[in-house]
């Protein structure tokens, strides 16, 4: 799907102030498997956990209701995070970037030889077309993109690139939205789903901007922001 077709599902929704929207986010991994670890050897889950609440405050500062899914560290099993958010009107789930171990470096960090690689940078966002709310998960998606992008931060080009990265296709190459079908919390979600891959935490120089905390509150208030302007009316769940 193009940007132009992006555009028209955002034109369909006609957007709203989303006053009292219910959302989920979605902590991604879990203590157990903690997804990537960081330039600088801290696992993911830190990362996505400290992003998540701020998202969370940032969003209920706006009016809105927020549930929190995997805070715990404890939710192991992917199947079961989605049917968490049923009834929700949208549900985002919160990741941090890493690359492919071959295009990594070793370099000392307080003695110690920790893999990083500052070749890519920038958020990614994926929806997936098996989600029975495809339109309005890009909806949300491609607002969060020119969100993030107004607040000043760039989108990775990374994960469309077929020899570098993985060949995923644009939904919205303008907003930095992919196609990731397979993505269990995507496709599993009977909301709109979107996840968003904050920056990618092998990069050195990146890591560091996440964690910034006046960097992350200014991704959160664009997130919040985006949910503010894609959620229309006639399209939130149980009569929302």
Do not use: K
């Not at 879990?30 to 400290?50: D, H, I, K, Q």
């Not at 990614?124 to 931060?153: E, H, I, T, W, Y």
């Amino acid at each position: 799907m193009t940007a132009r077709i992006a555009l028209c599902a955002l034109a369909v929704l006609v957007p709203v102030t989303a006053r009292g929207a219910a959302i989920a986010i979605d902590v991604g991994h879990y203590l157990a498997r903690p997804g990537a670890t960081s330039a600088r050897g801290v696992p993911e889950f830190e990362y996505n956990l400290t992003l998540a609440r701020d998202m969370a405050h940032a969003l209920q500062a706006r009016g809105h209701d927020v549930t929190m899914i995997g805070d715990d560290g404890l939710a192991a099993d992917l199947y079961r995070r989605s049917p968490r958010a049923a009834g929700r009107d949208l549900l985002i789930s919160v990741h941090h970037d890493s690359v492919h171990a071959e295009y990594m470096s070793r370099w000392l960090y307080e003695d110690a030889s920790l893999r990083y690689s500052d070749m890519q940078a920038g958020y990614s966002l994926f929806v997936s077309r098996r989600n029975p709310q495809l339109a309005r998960s890009l909806a949300c998606a491609s607002a969060m993109g020119a969100s993030m992008q107004r607040a000043g931060f760039v989108p990775s080009r990374y994960h469309a690139d077929p020899v570098v990265g993985e060949a995923r296709p644009y939904a919205d190459e303008d907003g930095g939205v992919h196609y990731y079908d397979n993505l269990v919390v995507l496709h599993t979600a009977t909301v709109p789903a979107v996840l968003f891959e904050a920056g990618v935490l092998v990069n050195r120089h990146e890591e560091l901007a996440m964690r910034d905390a006046a960097v992350r509150s200014r991704m959160a208030r664009s997130v919040a922001d985006a949910v503010d302007g894609c959620l229309a009316t006639s399209g939130r769940q149980n009569g929302r």
